[in-house]
């Protein structure tokens, strides 16, 4: 789908030469879905500089553990994406000036320690996912949306679930019957900030939406 610009109206016309086109449902401009180098729009971009821009198709991870604190079986979910663009920094002597591009992932991702996302796909995670709650991690004081036991809400810290080996996202033997990962619809692209990228994802298996 396409990923709605924030183009002011002096700026339609060059807009519209590089290829964006005017959706007139919402009035806004868009990047059409056949558009692979996005930079020639970077200053309409209206994400940070830490976000990524998810492109179609939109994937979920899903997974279970045990709670750390009463002991259940629990769902824990994960946004995840195998057609994405992240910001990176640029050498010094880039031609074009500018000090970052943004970059295709080269690698499916799944995302963790999530600070924000467009809203239609932040509500469809809290919709699949009631337990998905912005939580205060003491651990690391700091604050994201993490999954938490739907029987005692305790908060299952993002460290355990995808950066220590043997967690749900981070599997020492992979099984895909272990890990599911699914599709879900969105009108637009969607910008989500967080972190992505890791080698324990190499091996999941994406293949039905590359």
Same mark, same amino acid.
């Given at each position: ?17 590089? =290829? ?28 940070? @500089?830490?976000?990524?821009?998810? @492109? ?8 279970? @553990? ?5 002991? +259940? ?92 080996? =043997? ?26 900030? =967080?972190?992505?990228? =890791?080698? +324990? ?10």
């Amino acid at each position: 789908m396409p990923y709605i610009l924030n183009v002011p109206f002096v700026d339609k016309d060059e807009a519209k030469a590089l =290829g964006a086109y005017w959706l007139i449902e919402i009035k806004k401009w868009v990047i059409p879905d056949h558009i692979t180098d996005i930079n020639c729009f970077a200053k309409w971009i209206p994400a940070g @500089r830490l976000d990524c821009i998810v @492109r179609k198709p939109y994937l979920l991870a899903k997974a279970t @553990r045990i709670c750390w604190k009463c002991g +259940q079986k629990i769902p824990v979910i994960a946004p995840a994406a195998v057609n994405y663009y992240h910001l990176e920094e640029v050498e010094e002597d880039n031609p074009d000036g500018n000090e970052v591009a943004w970059i295709k992932g080269e690698s499916p991702t799944l995302f963790s320690y999530l600070q924000s996302a467009d809203p239609p796909a932040m509500e469809h995670f809290k919709k699949v996912h009631p337990q998905f709650k912005y939580s205060f991690s003491k651990a690391i004081q700091f604050s994201y949306w993490a999954n938490t036991c739907k029987h005692c809400n305790i908060l299952q810290g993002d460290f355990e679930l995808h950066d220590e080996p =043997g967690g749900p996202f981070f599997p020492i033997v992979y099984d895909p019957a272990d890990i599911e990962i699914t599709s879900f619809e969105l009108e637009y692209d969607y910008a989500i900030e =967080g972190e992505y990228g =890791g080698q +324990q994802f190499e091996e999941m298996d994406f293949s039905e939406f590359l």
